[in-house]
């Protein structure tokens, strides 16, 4: 693969280079095979052998010697359970067959075969639809039942209608009913005749499903109906072409399939029906290996010979989910670094679909290139679906502020969050007059005005992106075009299949991601095409709706012919009839694997079964738990038989974590059965122990052993220090011995050295500046060369430069009220001392609070009532100190030089003389006033005492002097509740005193120049706004910071 080297550009963003493309010729991968005994040439046989034993690869050989023996292609049919298993089959059956040619498709899944039957005798359009979508049918008519009140549903159950599980209960229901070929009348009859009103209602509500698809003018049937519509047109079954039918995993098939199966083969001259039912794992969509154990065969056929060779397996248990996910990303990695082994010849497989994010997240973290079928996830929460999604419902209706800047940071936009912060703040200093958000929706809409100098221009290339895709999609509406061409607009105008066709042609972890997005945008326009075909007329809205109804993972078109080279993510019911040179079974914990819920308990899904079934009358004890759990032994049993050389189990063993987590019971079993399992126990008394010893040593008890060291297989565990193999992890390990104060000189200097070697290469985190934890600061200059101290943040210096200096900025990024509310308390102050008149004073005051104070309409009448309160004491206390205390200014200057080294600059709330003495007075807005034995301590008013004995008045300022007499300060709490306005007075400071404190002002300044601030823990610490940056707090500290 070739790339160019010159990138292009679209919209402002440099587009990746496009890799040119050369096909290779993938060389043959399959070779004929010797059998111990001849293979199937006529008659009916029942082919059985566990995994690993050559059941498929014997029919494939069975159905090349028919052809040739001179068989006709077009005579041969292979049935297989699903598409998945029918698609991998197929391969092998083209690379051998590459001479050969048939009139139609030679393998099919079963559902495949009853639609081609139907197709032939139908002249009307035939159509399977996806569960997703009959889901979505489903809870449509369900909430019609919640509104109008409909159906036969009994009384205590109404109430749970609309919710998703009930519907989804609802939907197994009928597919089991189906299955075994239940009509409505025949559903409704057995709930009258079994006292089962449940199974009434469900036959009602199948009548009206049937008669709304009827309805809807097409002939949509599941995949349960499909094989029902099959086998009630005999015809179909008698005169069918095929001369060789072959069935692949028939312990999968349900009984209708099995029927099915049976009607083809009277008239065919070779029948193979093979399985193994030890992997009968389907029981919960009505799958049954009856049809194998009941076929009537002439021949038998048991395969016991294992073809593979296969490693020891190895079972990990790990003290954390966190170490489980490095244990499998390590072993996925050393597999294909270290020994060689294709991405796509390692799989891991998990018990259900909810852990394959989990796990997904954690290899691509790892750099390991992932890929997870597309039928395990729901289309409309792939992200990029999701993001044109938005797009195509913001052609027509108005998205809310969220959803718009979602689509701003998506894919569609490509802006990050603080580039959106940005764009934002420029709009609303182009057009301050609104919010930014609002003009945004405008600007997106309307003529792109002349921004000027406000926006950036990476800024403008954001505006310009979504503005295109959304006036591709406009002008396509406009044009009358369909769903489907209204979708191709607007992705084309994103822009993002040229780097994602890159990305993926390059591979990687990336690669696979881009993969993955593809993928979706072609089930995007699968759904979009199909839609389109059945509503011609439907507006885009219509469409958008549908796709987001579908919750379930949604079935589609396999078009790939190559494999993707990526691990593949799976559950154990996906890797059904699958095989890797490499698996790994994660997290198999006790709880969720064996899951022993029963299914369809509303309904008595399981009641239904054994009636139909085994003629079990309902109400009949009858314990489901052993079946259940064979089940689940028989999925494990699945799961831990797919590879061919190297198996890794790994498990989490955590009974003292938050959460509790046991290995799974079939762990035990599989090592009781004579697996190599080396060392088990071994290392989950290790795990134990080192739990332990860790624990002792935060608690500074004595260690009487040092904790075992981590190694490799078969030696003791350490489940904490698992590494895994990638450059990011190598990287971290490096640092983390760099930064450790215990480790040697020469261990320093040697990490050091490779760590500059990589950072050299350009590998991202070697280099120290990349550190988050670096300790170097950004500058050796002063913060600001200054020598002044405001009395009001003397206090806050003495308890914690680092809150002094900062809690300003982060109360004024807040903005908080408490703020404005004490300022307006000093303004109006500060008017009655200024001789303005209070009345006045109080009405412009209070209206100004009630301007900026934001609180919800039932509180606002309070919060007039508290502020208007508070002002009347203030003007309380003013009246009733008038005839006492003389004012001599209000927001007094202050600026007074104290030796040398410092000054005091600030603004006395009101200064006042008693007698000879001046006096401090401070109002404060708190609720709380301090004790006397405070008060006497305050700094504040003590810094001002100070400013006081040296300096002078002159021109209505305190200015630097020969000091003056001084009374002392009071504290005024008028938002105390109290009867009276309470007041705390600070006596006179001795001035011996005072000198003493005047020594504590340069550290103080020293301080507050910098570069380093120093955070000290006090009383106040538990209200600081800075805990989260704080080092002396918990949560302050970086989360790199491995050694503090």
């Not at 991405?343 to 790892?366: K, Q, Y």
């Not at 314990?623 to 590879?643: D, I, N, Q, Y």
């Amino acid at each position: 693969m070739n790339y160019n080297p010159h990138a292009a550009t679209r919209a402002g963003v440099i587009l990746p280079p496009s890799p040119q493309v050369r096909l290779v010729a993938r060389p043959a991968t399959h070779h004929a095979r010797q059998w111990d005994f001849d293979l199937p040439a006529q008659g009916t046989w029942r082919v059985r052998g566990g995994a690993g034993t050559g059941v498929s690869s014997l029919l494939i050989d069975t159905v090349i010697a028919q052809i040739e023996a001179g068989a006709d292609p077009s005579g041969i049919l292979v049935v297989a359970a699903s598409k998945e298993s029918g698609s991998l089959l197929r391969r092998e059956l083209s690379e051998r067959l590459h001479d050969y040619s048939a009139q139609a498709s030679m393998v099919r899944s079963v559902h495949s075969l009853a639609f081609a039957l139907l197709r032939q005798a139908s002249p009307e359009t035939i159509r399977l639809i996806t569960g997703a979508e009959q889901d979505a049918v489903i809870r449509e008519l369900l909430q019609g039942h919640v509104v109008d009140g409909r159906g036969l549903w009994p009384s205590e159950i109404r109430p749970a209608l609309g919710y998703v599980g009930f519907a989804r209960q609802l939907r197994d229901f009928l597919l089991r009913a189906i299955e075994r070929g239940l009509a409505p009348a025949d559903l409704e009859g057995l709930g009258y005749e079994y006292a089962q009103p449940m199974w009434t209602a469900a036959g009602d509500f199948l009548r009206e499903y049937e008669r709304t698809q009827a309805l809807a003018g097409a002939n949509s049937y599941s995949a349960a109906e499909l094989l029902n519509q099959v086998l009630l047109r005999p015809q179909l079954t008698r005169s069918h072409p095929w001369h060789t039918i072959i069935v692949d995993d028939a312990q999968l098939l349900d009984p209708t399939a099995g029927r099915l199966i049976e009607a083809l083969v009277p008239d065919a001259r070779l029948v193979v029906v093979a399985g193994d039912p030890d992997q009968a794992v389907f029981a919960f969509r009505g799958a049954s290996s009856q049809f194998l154990q009941d076929f009537r065969a002439e021949h038998e056929l048991n395969l016991t010979r294992a073809w593979r060779t296969p490693s020891p397996a190895c079972v990990s248990i790990v003290d954390s989910r966190g170490t489980l996910r490095d244990v499998v990303a390590d072993t996925v990695r050393r597999r294909h670094l270290e020994d060689g082994i294709a991405w796509h010849e390692i799989a891991v497989i998990v018990r259900s679909t909810g852990e394959l994010a989990a796990v997904r997240r954690s290899l691509l973290a790892s750099g390991v290139p992932v890929h997870i079928s597309p039928t395990d996830v729901v289309l409309s929460q792939q992200r990029l679906v999701k993001a044109i999604l938005l797009a195509l419902r913001s052609l027509e209706e108005e998205l809310s502020n969220t959803e718009l800047e979602e689509l701003i940071t998506g894919p569609v936009g490509g802006a990050d969050p603080v580039t959106l912060r940005r764009l934002i703040r420029g709009l609303r200093r182009w057009r301050p007059q609104e919010r930014g958000i609002t003009t945004l929706r405008e600007v997106l809409r309307g003529p792109l005005p002349d921004f000027k100098n406000l926006l950036t221009e990476r800024e403008l290339a954001i505006l310009g992106r979504v503005r295109g895709v959304l006036g591709a999609g406009l002008e396509a509406i406009e044009a009358g075009a369909s769903v489907e061409e209204i979708l191709w607009a607007v992705w084309q105008a994103t822009g993002l299949d040229t780097r994602l066709q890159a990305s993926a042609l390059r591979g990687g972890a990336t690669g696979s991601q881009a993969d993955r997005d593809l993928d979706a945008i072609m089930a995007l326009f699968d759904g979009a095409g199909d839609f389109a075909e059945r509503r011609p007329g439907a507006e885009i809205a219509s469409f958008v709706r549908h796709i987001n109804e579908q919750e379930l993972p949604t079935g589609v078109r396999d078009r790939r012919s190559a494999i993707p080279e990526a691990v593949e993510i799976l559950t154990a019911h996906g890797a059904v009839g699958r095989e890797w040179d490499t698996v790994v079974v994660a997290a198999p914990q006790e709880g969720a694997w064996p899951s022993l819920g029963e299914t369809g308990s509303i309904f008595g899904q399981e009641d239904l079964i054994d009636l139909l079934d085994s003629g079990i009358i309902p109400g009949t004890p009858v314990s489901h738990g052993a079946v259940r759990l064979a089940e689940e032994r028989r999925l494990f049993h699945v799961a831990t038989t797919r590879h061919r050389r190297r198996l890794l189990i790994a498990a989490v063993d955590s009974p003292e974590g938050d959460e509790v987590e046991e290995p799974s019971r079939f762990i035990a079993e599989f090592a009781e059965a004579g697996v190599d399992v080396p060392g088990q126990q071994a290392r989950r008394a290790a795990a134990r122990k080192l739990r332990r010893t860790r624990l002792s040593r935060e608690l500074g008890l004595d260690v009487a052993e040092p904790a075992p060291i981590a190694a490799r297989e078969g030696l003791e565990v350490d489940p904490l220090s698992v590494s895994v193999l990638s450059v990011p992890a190598f990287v971290a390990q490096l640092r983390r011995v760099v930064c450790n104060p215990q480790a040697g000189e020469s261990e320093k200097a040697q990490a050091a050295r490779q760590l500059a070697r990589m950072a050299q290469a350009g590998i991202p985190g070697a280099h120290p500046q990349q550190w988050a934890n670096a300790r170097a600061v950004a500058s050796n200059v002063a913060l600001k060369d200054k020598d002044s101290l405001s009395p009001s943040r003397v206090e806050a210096l003495v308890n914690c430069p680092l809150n002094a200096m900062l809690a300003g900025v982060a109360e004024s990024a807040d903005n908080p009220i408490h703020l404005v509310r004490g300022t307006l308390a000093h303004a109006f102050f500060e008017a009655l001392g200024r001789g303005v008149d209070k009345r006045e004073a109080f009405e412009l005051t209070l209206d100004a609070y009630l301007s900026v104070v934001e609180c919800p309409p039932w509180q606002r009448a309070s919060e007039e009532e508290a502020f208007a309160t508070l002002l009347d004491r203030i003007a309380v206390w003013a009246n009733e100190t008038a005839g006492v205390l003389e004012t001599r200014g209000v927001e007094v200057p202050v600026s007074v030089r104290i030796g040398e080294e410092a000054s005091i600059h600030g603004y006395i709330d009101r200064l006042v003389q008693a007698g000879e003495d001046f006096v401090v007075v401070d109002l404060k807005t708190g609720k709380t006033p301090p004790s006397q034995a405070q008060a006497q301590d305050n700094l504040q008013l003590k810094t001002y005492q100070l400013a006081l004995a040296h300096g002078k008045w002159e021109e209505g300022a305190i200015v630097t002097g020969p000091g003056l007499p001084r009374g002392g300060g009071i504290l005024v709490y008028p938002g105390a509740h109290t009867v009276k306005v309470p007041t705390r007075e600070q006596a006179a400071v001795p001035p011996e005193e005072l000198e003493e404190f005047a020594q504590q002002l340069p550290p103080l300044l020293a301080q507050m120049r910098g570069p380093l601030l120093r955070a000290r823990e006090n009383p106040t610490c538990e209200r600081c706004r800075l805990r989260t940056i704080c080092p002396v707090q918990k949560e302050g500290r970086l989360a790199t910071d491995a050694h503090d």
